[in-house]
């Protein structure tokens, strides 16, 4: 029987238990990508860090941005503003379960009283080019969390598979503190001298996007944006190898792959603007996908990525 | 005679794929270990959501000892030859036998298979079976390349002796080594622990929580359901489907009830059951005197302290929030409902239904026409019926049908009962799209038939029009389950309507739409003069000739020469329409012969007038069947073919037709004579039979022939000296044969 573990009492409580959790398990914690981007899969530590065959760990908190889900802070559960926590193992361990299960018990959950239960969901991102097979995983009845084992990622196979948890931290958080309302959740800790909740902090900024993303955001400057960023990326990887001023061989992966993050969260915005029909939505996810996959055999011709000039 | 017990531990297995995969290691084992010449006596697979595993009694300890002998070439064989037998055979050359053969001395090969224990051919399967398992989807993990449905953990492999000694049958699959351990629940269970035998691992697992079979865990599901709902005077809704997936989410079921807010009572039955099922795998617990689903029951998959509640409190809360959800839809859906669903109509403007054929708006007001022209037929007034075709897929656009895909239709009645519409219509937007299925029956009242005839017309001459017909196994649009929609909608109906007009029309249409926008003027124009033409006299090729000749000559006319535009579509429009009439007929052949109608006696009626009344069409088959089992018509089909073989040959060999001037002052004999007067009366009973499609009369005056044409050919040489006599008996033997063909095509009768 595990030593009866404390309830957390903050949102902010449960995201520092899970740093320390991770980083005693030999993770590298990292910080967020400082880029916006729709999930923590995005992060170039998950997504050119599952390619090649070099060793990886590390988890990290990521902010992400979904702007079709902005609900003007009004709705319990739905955000257009986020945070996923995300971790990533590469190769995956054979006991990524259990250490799975062991962080939910460092957040409080006590397994002897709630039913967690691994419920076939496959992961698939067509914007990525990635899929991969592994559960959602519910906590009585609610999902928590969703398991993935990467199979491949911008076109290419995994190879070693990395092991990919990602957390709705907000989600997650409500059903440990008991709170219906995200806004009513204690963002630091309640007893404090200055108690701030999710709302105190949040709130407005829902606001504020929500009114911009669905109503404002001037879509032919978007649109215009998301050509540049697409060029650019282009033009990046059009470059040689070989840096003619150091001499040295320069791939670069990844400034490439920012301007694919820049194009997928305009792609996102536009898509939130209502400006994208069903058509051409297949053709812009396309477009992006083309981009990851570049920067995907980019990245495999980086020392990171595996490259070796023997 | 050992028993084997193989198991397979491994990450949660997706539910829908357990059963499936113990069926496929129970056949793949048994079927490797019989090929090796390794009987059983009994096998039984079982599933948990972490393991598969395969049960089997009295296995033989070791296969049997296999003598082959192979014969070689003769003594004196070149030596090539020798060698090649002695590579081909296996064996040395002092392992050769001379024998004496007709040809000579000649080598014989005996070749002797040892038997090998059942440990080693078990181990071979065994790897053989998990490396090439079928799953749906399978995966690689860690550094590995082994590909399983989710990472394998550990095999269990024993051979239990008589004794009830264990032996590990021991392999090695890319670093998983087999055993005899395994382990119990994850949370409830006490870590690894070895198994000796089936019985014993059955017992152990139970000790640690886990139900092995799935059976039983369904059984015990339902049972603890069926008792607590019980209790409190409500029952479960069944559920087969959810039940297996449930019993495949746990290996320790423990069966929780919960109520359902009463703020959610009120939605639709059925949407609090979509809304529990898909997003919960809850089951609905009813009310049987209201008729309302009032509670919900959970399965977890352990017990805990205090009983579940924590787990069943948890579980409320998400459904809450589900059913917040639902309900919030439903308010906003009902509140557009009553305002008249237009926003909703309004909406499928944007919403494409396929690329080259439009958007969902267009393809509703191509319905609603079409229904305004199909309604006369089943005596519908055709203003409710064009105004249910308008509504009926206007939910497409309501929230509770985005959420919900499989709530379409239903919702759909809902909310024109909100409008406050016509009960016709608000149960057209839900039955017009029946019958989905061979098992679906086909829509109860007449508006609905009226919408559902029209949809699957439009859906059908749309995809013809575009050449987007099913080919082998690809039926991307459904368009034969359409077809068989039309066929069985007409058929329970014993609907009576010529489908050439509106299917003619109907293509017409969607060509206009497709060449609307390079057609030059007057185009499209006199296409659709065409269209009304076709409504008012009802045949394509006299409608659209009309046309174009109105329009040649004319000053500004549009081009009508070849290769114009209204050449072209006013040839294909016959073409395509020819091919999809058979593509109805070859779906009516499919339907019919399931109703145990003979391919043969169809395929006699297909070409007969009317062939696109298929209720006409079904009639006269199921005459022509019943009246060719009769003795009668059996003998009839004979002489007609006698008359049919006699009359063709003549007219190859004379070249020319014979059809006419049959006349009775040059019959010779009685039979002859008998004939000609049999002849006529049966030509005067069926005629009249014909025009009031009184098949069974027509035939069983045909049957009336049998005797006559018997005796004329008993009595009669039809290829008489006489020229004259010869040629009034070919006329003669013509008019059986058009009197005959008048019925059915009876040359396509078999046999």
């Known amino acids: ?310 | 005679m050992p028993d084997l017990l193989i198991e397979l531990f491994s990450e949660e297995i997706p539910a829908r794929m357990q059963a499936r995969a113990a069926e496929d290691l129970k056949k793949r084992v048994t079927d490797g270990l019989v090929e090796a010449g390794l009987t059983y006596a009994g096998a039984a697979a079982f599933s948990t959501p972490r393991r598969l595993t395969l049960a089997l009694e009295g296995l033989l300890d070791k296969s049997p000892t296999v003598r082959e002998e192979r014969k070689g070439p003769r003594v004196d064989a070149p030596e090539k030859a020798i060698e090649g037998f002695l590579r081909g055979a296996g064996v040395s050359r002092d392992q050769l036998e001379e024998r004496d053969d007709k040809k000579g001395k000649v080598f014989f090969a005996v070749i002797e298979r040892p038997g090998r224990p059942a440990s080693e051919i078990v181990a071979e399967v065994l790897e053989n079976t998990i490396r090439n398992f079928p799953w749906p989807k399978s995966m690689r993990w860690g550094a590995g390349s082994l590909r399983w449905v989710r990472p394998l953990h550990s095999i269990l492999c024993i051979l239990t002796n008589d004794a009830g000694e264990a032996e590990v049958v021991p392999m090695d699959i890319d670093g998983i080594k087999s055993g005899n351990m395994t382990e119990g629940h994850r949370f409830m269970g006490a870590g690894r622990f070895p198994v000796s035998g089936f019985d014993d691992y059955v017992a152990k697992l139970k000790r640690d929580r886990v139900i092995l079979d799935p059976a039983e865990r369904a059984d015990h599901i339902w049972q603890d359901a069926t008792n607590q709902a019980f209790a409190c005077g409500l029952e479960v809704v069944e559920d087969r489907g959810l039940l297996t997936e449930v019993a495949g989410l746990v290996e320790w079921p423990v069966v929780l009830m919960g109520e359902i807010g009463a703020e959610f009572l009120d939605l639709p039955p059925e949407v609090l059951q979509t809304s529990m099922k898909e997003h919960q795998k809850f089951f609905s617990v009813k009310n049987p005197k209201t008729g309302r689903i009032e509670r919900f029951i959970t399965v977890a998959n352990r017990e805990t302290a205090d009983h579940g509640a924590t787990i069943l409190a948890g579980n409320q809360k998400v459904l809450s929030a589900r059913l917040s959800d639902a309900k919030f839809f439903w308010e906003n859906d009902l509140r557009v409902a009553k305002s008249g669903m237009h926003q909703w109509t309004d909406q499928l403007t944007n919403v494409t239904f396929h690329n080259k054929l439009g958007t969902q708006a267009a393809r509703i007001d191509r319905i609603a026409a079409l229904s305004r022209e199909i309604a006369p037929v089943l005596g519908v007034e055709p203003d409710l019926a064009e105004q249910a075709a308008k509504v009926a897929k206007a939910d497409l656009s309501s929230e509770m049908v985005y959420e919900f895909p499989e709530l379409q239709g239903l919702m759909g009645r809902y909310y024109a009962e909100a409008a406050g519409l016509p009960a016709e219509v608000a149960a057209a937007c839900e039955e017009h799209y029946s019958p989905l299925g061979p098992s679906d029956d086909v829509p109860a009242g007449d508006v609905s038939k009226v919408v559902a005839l029209a949809d699957k017309l439009d859906t059908l001459t749309g995809f013809w029009a575009i050449d987007e017909k099913p080919t082998g196994s690809k039926d991307p649009f459904a368009l034969r389950r359409a077809a068989l929609g039309v066929i069985r909608i007409v058929l329970a109906g014993d609907i009576r309507v010529h489908l050439d007009r509106f299917i003619d029309s109907q293509l017409l249409k969607h060509k206009i739409n497709l060449n609307h926008l390079g057609a030059s003027e007057g185009e499209i124009e006199a296409l659709e003069e065409t269209l009304d033409e076709i409504a008012e006299h009802g045949v394509f090729g006299a409608a659209f000739h009309a046309v174009i000749e109105r329009l040649e000559g004319k000053d500004g006319a549009p081009d009508t020469g070849d290769g114009s535009l209204l050449r072209t579509v006013g040839d294909a429009v016959p073409d395509l329409s020819t091919d999809l009439l058979a593509f109805l007929h070859d779906r009516l052949k499919v339907h019919l012969r399931d109703e145990g109608v003979r391919h043969d006696v169809i395929d006699a009626c297909l070409g007969m007038p009317g062939g696109d009344d298929l209720t006409l069409l079904v009639k006269r088959a199921h005459a022509l069947g019943g009246f060719l089992k009769t003795d009668d018509g059996e003998n009839l089909l004979q002489g007609f073919k006698r008359a049919n073989n006699i009359l063709t040959q003549a007219e190859e060999k004379d070249g020319v037709e014979y059809s006419f001037g049959a006349d009775v002052k040059f019959a010779e004999t009685d039979e002859e004579k008998a004939l000609f007067a049999a002849l006529d009366r049966a030509q005067a009973d069926i005629t009249p039979a014909m025009q009031s499609e009184d098949f069974e009369a027509a035939m069983s005056a045909m049957a009336a022939l049998r005797a006559p044409i018997d005796a004329f050919f008993e009595a009669v040489q039809v290829n008489s000296d006489n020229d004259v006599v010869r040629r009034n008996r070919l006329n003669l033997l013509a008019r059986i044969r058009q009197i005959c063909l008048g019925v059915a095509d009876l040359t396509r009768i078999e046999g």
């Open chain 1, 1 to 310: 029987m595990a030593e009866q573990i404390s309830k957390p009492r903050s949102f902010q409580e449960i995201i520092l238990r899970l740093q320390n959790y991770w980083a005693g398990k030999g993770c590298a914690v990292m910080q967020p990508y400082d880029m916006e981007v729709g999930a923590g899969t995005f992060h170039p530590a998950t997504t050119l860090r599952s390619l090649g065959t070099k060793s990886w760990a590390a988890a990290y908190v990521q902010p992400s941005r979904r702007p079709t889900d902005g609900r003007y802070g009004e709705n319990p559960n739905r955000l257009q503003h986020y945070y996923q926590y995300q971790v990533l193992i590469k190769p995956s361990p054979p006991d990524l379960q259990d250490l799975y299960l062991g962080s939910l018990e460092a957040i409080g959950i006590d397994m002897d009283m709630h039913d967690i239960r691994f419920v076939e969901d496959d992961w698939e991102s067509p914007t990525l080019g990635a899929w991969g097979l592994g559960w959602e995983v519910w906590c009585d009845g609610m999902e928590v969390s969703q398991f993935t084992y990467f199979q491949q990622v911008g076109g290419h196979d995994c190879h070693p598979v990395s092991g990919e948890l990602t957390y709705g931290l907000e989600r997650l958080a409500m059903y440990v503190l008991g709170i219906d309302h995200v806004m009513d959740m204690p963002y630091n800790d309640p007893q404090t001298e200055i108690p701030l909740s999710y709302g105190d902090i949040f709130r407005q900024t829902e606001e504020e996007y929500s009114r911009w993303n669905f109503d404002v955001a001037n879509t032919d400057v978007l649109l215009k944006h998301f050509e540049e960023a697409e060029e650019e990326c282009e033009s990046i990887l059009d470059h040689p190898y070989v840096d003619p001023k150091t001499g040295k061989r320069i791939v670069m992966a990844h400034p490439a792959y920012d301007q694919c993050i820049k194009a997928s969260h305009l792609f996102n915005l536009l898509d939130a603007r209502g400006v994208i029909s069903v058509t051409e939505r297949q053709a812009y996810i396309g477009r992006v996908r083309a981009l990851a996959k570049k920067c995907a055999d980019a990245f495999v011709q980086t020392e990171a990525g595996g490259y070796s000039e023997e």
